[in-house]
C-alpha cells in the first residue's frame, strides 16, 4: 500500500469513491463475492468492481455480485 499511496502522491492523483461494499473471497472455491454498501458513501458500482476482478482472478469459478434493495439503501 505505500508505494501504492507513493506513486498516487507523485502524480498528485485525486480519488473519489462513487461508493462502497464488501468481497467474500474464498480461496479454497475460487469464488468473490461482491455485496453491501458504505453507510457513508452509499452503493459502489457493483458491476463495474466485478469486471476489475475477472480480470485479475480470471481463473476463478465464481466473480458475482448482489445489489443491495433499494428500501435497505434509503
Request: aromatic share 10%; glycine share 10%; hydrophobic share 30%.
Amino acid at each position: 500500500i505505500k508505494s501504492f499511496r507513493q506513486a498516487f502522491d507523485e502524480k498528485q492523483v485525486l480519488i473519489f469513491p462513487d461508493g462502497g461494499g464488501k468481497i467474500e473471497h474464498s480461496s479454497e472455491k475460487k469464488t468473490l463475492l461482491v455485496f453491501g454498501i458504505s453507510k457513508g458513501l452509499g452503493q459502489s458500482n457493483h458491476i463495474e468492481t466485478v469486471g476489475i476482478l475477472k480480470k485479475v482472478y480470471g481463473n476463478y469459478e465464481s466473480i458475482q455480485f448482489q445489489d443491495v434493495p433499494q428500501e435497505k439503501i434509503t
